[in-house]
């Protein structure tokens, strides 16, 4: 089937006609942006072919923007050289038609007809779904739709299966399918087809010896239990007896009571030694108080040393600090002086500035003052003449609208006139005497144009009477005296004799009306703000010329001035040397009151301290203290020794820790008591448990549940025994069933493996059950689609679907392919082995490319066709 033109009316965003002819029978290729319209176009194929003209869904249909409309699509093709048509309007007066060579089906027929030529089923109601789109849901791929094959190839299998039988001349066996489907039932009651997981009978025979084994195993437990407790009973019984006789809680009791006397002791002695360290703590308290005093002594005579040796070099830093202060006075007067001699200069050469800057503004004042005073007389001009073109376009205005009129009435009254004299009798007379007209005399030559019944008098010849032969005259007549009074009264209202003298009149107020708008611009550049404006501007640039030559006689004479910059920088640096001067007096008195108040401060300090060394009492007080230290010292040293005596008595009282001995003694004790305690309840514990256990019938239980759990695992060995004899039937079976459909679907795996090596080389597609792609094998490696990446999927889909195409055409069955932006996320490479593919697939198929991406296909050698183009040729 090859398309050769398609008309769109209405449809989407199409709101007026687009026709697309002249196809290609092989590679079309149609580009723009985004949403120009390229999947409206491929969706309007889509609906013509396969949509039902009466579905109600449809409505999505009319064009944007239009609450109604008529969506139409027609398109041409040929089908193994007949020529075809298919026409159907959707939404509003439905209908469809399709003509194949002389043989015309309508509405319902047609759409069959369409179902059984393309391969795909109608839907029953509602929308077309994927199920029933075949074999164009294969091959018609919508925009971002080329990586999904399993689908649509799933819907499209019966088809290809078919065109597989066709071509191989084999075909599937519907009995072994049925066989293998009949062992498959069977299996799938024993075994899950996925996970072949036990299911039905067998899980329920695997689950019930499960539980009779679990509850076998308890009652093993149980036995082994009764018998463990028996045991366990005996030699709790003989451990008991055996503590008994012993005793051993009375032995740890007497051996925490001497653990508990040797304690005491320790602690008498740790008393005794906390009462010597406090006296020690005493004593050294008392002996540090004059060992204080002594030492506040010596420090005291030390810093009085020092102190003198820090006045001395004190004193001869104060008498240089004094002379740099001296020095520093002076330099600072000197530099005052320059500075205000620079102020000066700096001053005058200011003024020399300010003077430069009054006389230039002087000059821009009076170039101002110039300058207003012509625009204000251009203006005037301006003005002068804008007035006077006003007033004579007063005179000369001419209402326009009545002026149309006129023109217009004048034209219908010529035409009128025209058609008045065209239907009078019309008499060309040529008289060599003369003749009466209704009692009028006529003579010599002209023409008569009689516009109603006349009698024509030719003397003694008799004469004439003529009635014109147009019934209508009169009525015309009467209405050209109606079209001359209006016209009458349109010029007496305009004032002018003429239709020409009112149009001149008006040329003359138009040219006027210009005039007086150009004189405006004039005046408007001139004065933008009006003429009183400009006055006011140029009293304001004299009265600041004045202001400015008020100012420039008032500034001291500067014949002698410096130049600014040089006299700004002379002060600058005379301003920093003074700063500079100004700054080492500062740190100089600084340094002067600084060394002064620090010796005065420090002679007072030392006289203090000196005073203080000299005093008799603190020389008496001092003998006092350092005897005292002698003797304290003694008494220190003898507390000491005795501390130390008894520190090594309660060492060797604490070696065995005596308190935590009898602490662990007593504990031993309650311990063992206790766990013989325990082993009493335990073993009346044990004697009701096999009490209760002996009476229940223990053994008679496990008997009877041991034959459940042999009858039960046999149960389950039998169906275990018959899943696995039909899965494997089953695999037998598929196996045969397999190679028989390898050796079917021959033709379509060389077809996949001509396309495939173009970007997979040495790689085969292993398909499923509806012929879909499964795996792609390469380097011995099978990965699943879901595995491959979505450009890999959408370059295998692209591939696939050619493939697809050559089973069907060979076949007998019609095929179109349409790719719809097929191949966005494809690398340059391998873009250019799927274009390799296109341009082999089009020497047997017609393809429609959609692409946003025109410079990426601009190598393949066919006319690229814009759609803004087609929109702009409708």
């Given at each position: 089937m090859k398309l050769?033109?398609?008309?769109?009316?209405?449809f989407k965003q199409f709101t007026g006609r687009l026709v697309i002819d002249d196809l290609q029978p092989g590679l079309n290729l149609f580009v723009?942006?985004?949403?120009?319209?390229?999947?409206?176009?491929?969706?309007?194929?889509?609906?013509?072919?396969?949509?039902?003209?009466?579905?109600?869904?449809?409505?999505?249909?009319?064009?944007?923007?239009?609450?109604?409309?008529?969506?139409?699509?027609?398109?041409?093709?040929d089908l193994d050289g007949t020529p075809c048509r298919l026409s159907k309007q959707f939404v509003t007066r439905q209908r469809c038609e399709l003509k194949i060579g002389q043989s015309v089906f309508g509405e319902d027929e047609a759409e069959d007809k369409l179902a059984s030529l393309l391969g795909f089923s109608r839907a029953a109601r509602g929308p077309l779904k994927a199920e029933n789109a075949g074999v164009p849901g294969l091959l018609w791929v919508q925009q971002g739709g080329t990586q999904e094959m399993r689908d649509s190839t799933g819907h499209a299998a019966q088809y290809l299966r078919d065109a597989l039988t066709q071509l191989s001349g084999g075909s599937e066996s519907a009995g072994e399918d049925a066989l293998i489907a009949a062992v498959?039932?069977?299996?799938?009651?024993?075994?899950?087809?996925?996970?072949?997981?036990?299911?039905?009978?067998?899980?329920?025979?695997?689950?019930?010896?499960?539980?009779?084994?679990?509850?076998?195993?308890e009652l093993e437990q149980q036995r082994r239990q009764f018998e463990e407790n028996i045991a366990r009973l005996a030699a709790q019984q003989e451990a008991f007896d055996d503590t008994q006789r012993k005793r051993p809680w009375e032995l740890h009791e007497q051996k925490a009571l001497q653990a508990q006397l040797r304690a005491d002791a320790a602690a008498e002695l740790e008393r005794s030694l906390q009462g010597l360290a406090q006296a020690l703590k005493a004593s050294e308290a008392e002996l540090a108080l004059p060992l204080q005093q002594e030492q506040n002594a010596l420090e005291l005579e030390a810093a009085v040393a020092r102190e003198r040796q820090?006045?001395?070099?004190?004193?001869?830093?104060?008498?240089?600090?004094?002379?740099?202060?001296?020095?520093?006075?002076?330099?600072?007067?000197q530099f005052e002086q320059a500075f205000a001699d620079a102020n000066r200069a700096l001053e005058l050469a200011n003024a020399a500035v300010t003077a430069a800057d009054l006389r230039s503004q002087i000059g821009?004042?009076?170039?101002?003052?110039?300058?207003?005073?012509?625009?204000?007389?251009?203006?005037?001009?301006?003005?002068?003449?804008?007035?006077?073109?006003?007033?004579?376009?007063?005179?000369?205005?001419?209402?326009?609208?009545?002026?149309?009129?006129?023109?217009a009435l004048s034209g219908e009254l010529s035409v009128l006139r025209a058609r008045t004299e065209a239907a009078m009798t019309r008499i060309e007379y040529r008289l060599n005497g003369a003749m009466t007209v209704d009692d009028e005399t006529v003579s010599g030559e002209g023409v008569l144009r009689l516009d109603g019944e006349k009698r024509i008098g030719l003397g003694t010849l008799g004469e004439l009477r003529v009635v014109?032969?147009?019934?209508?005259l009169p009525a015309r007549l009467s209405e050209l005296a109606s079209l001359e009074a209006r016209h009458a009264q349109l010029l007496q209202a305009l004032g002018v004799a003429s239709l020409g003298e009112g149009e001149s009149r008006h040329e003359q107020w138009k040219a006027l009306v210009a005039q007086q708008k150009s004189q405006a611009k004039i005046l408007e550049v001139h004065a933008p703000q009006g003429i009183e404006a400009l006055r006011a501007a140029s009293a304001t640039a004299a009265a600041r010329m004045q202001a400015a030559n008020e100012r420039l006689a008032g500034l001291p004479d500067v014949s002698t001035a410096a130049p600014l910059d040089d006299a700004r920088r002379n002060a600058e640096i005379a301003r920093d040397a003074l700063e500079a001067a100004r700054k080492v007096l500062t740190q100089a008195a600084d340094k002067k009151s600084t060394g002064m108040a620090n010796e005065e401060a420090l002679a007072a300090q030392l006289q203090r301290k000196e005073a203080q060394l000299s005093d008799e009492a603190f020389c008496r007080n001092r003998a006092l203290w350092q005897t005292k230290i002698v003797e304290q010292r003694v008494q220190v040293e003898a507390l000491r020794k005795q501390r130390e005596g008894r520190e090594r008595e309660l060492e060797a009282a604490r070696l065995d820790d005596p308190a935590a001995e009898a602490k662990r003694y007593r504990a031993s004790a309650e311990l063992a008591r206790s766990e013989q305690n325990e082993r009493q309840v335990r073993i009346a514990g044990l004697r009701s448990q096999l009490e209760t256990v002996g009476a229940s019938g223990l053994g008679e239980r496990?008997?009877?549940?041991?034959?459940?759990?042999?009858?039960?695992?046999?149960?389950?060995?039998?169906?275990?025994?018959?899943a696995s004899a039909l899965s494997l039937l089953d695999e037998v079976l598929v196996d045969e069933r397999d190679a028989a459909v390898a050796q079917l679907r021959a033709p379509l795996t060389e077809r996949l493996g001509h396309y495939l090596k173009r970007i997979f080389p040495q790689s085969t597609i292993a398909l499923g059950d509806d012929l879909s792609p499964a795996t792609l094998d390469r380097y011995g490696r099978a990965d699943t689609l879901d595995a491959l990446s979505f450009g890999t999927r959408e370059q295998l889909g692209i591939l696939t679907r050619l493939a697809y195409a050559d089973l069907l055409k060979a076949s007998g069955r019609p095929t179109l392919l349409m790719l719809d932006d097929a191949a966005v996320h494809t690398d340059a490479a391998r873009r250019d082995a799927i274009k390799r593919a296109l341009i082999d697939a089009a020497t047997r198929h017609q393809i429609l490319v959609f692409t946003c991406h025109p410079e990426l296909w601009d190598d393949l050698g066919v006319r690229q066709r814009a759609i803004e183009d087609l929109k702009v040729a409708a």
């Open positions: 050769q033109s398609i008309a769109i009316q209405e723009g942006p985004n949403e120009a319209g390229k999947s409206t176009i491929a969706e309007a194929v889509r609906a013509v072919f396969l949509e039902r003209y009466k579905a109600s869904h449809l409505k999505d249909l009319l064009p944007w923007g239009k609450a109604s409309g008529q969506p139409s699509v027609e398109v041409s093709f498959q039932r069977e299996l799938r009651q024993l075994l899950t087809a996925r996970t072949q997981k036990s299911t039905g009978p067998l899980a329920e025979a695997e689950q019930t010896l499960a539980r009779l084994i679990e509850e076998r195993d820090q006045l001395d070099a004190l004193r001869a830093s104060v008498a240089a600090v004094q002379a740099e202060h001296a020095q520093a006075a002076a330099s600072v007067a821009l004042y009076r170039a101002e003052s110039e300058r207003l005073e012509a625009s204000i007389a251009a203006a005037g001009t301006a003005n002068d003449a804008m007035l006077e073109a006003a007033r004579e376009a007063a005179t000369l205005e001419i209402d326009e609208a009545k002026l149309k009129r006129l023109a014109p032969g147009v019934s209508d496990l008997a009877a549940l041991e034959a459940r759990v042999e009858q039960a695992t046999r149960r389950k060995d039998e169906l275990s025994l018959r």
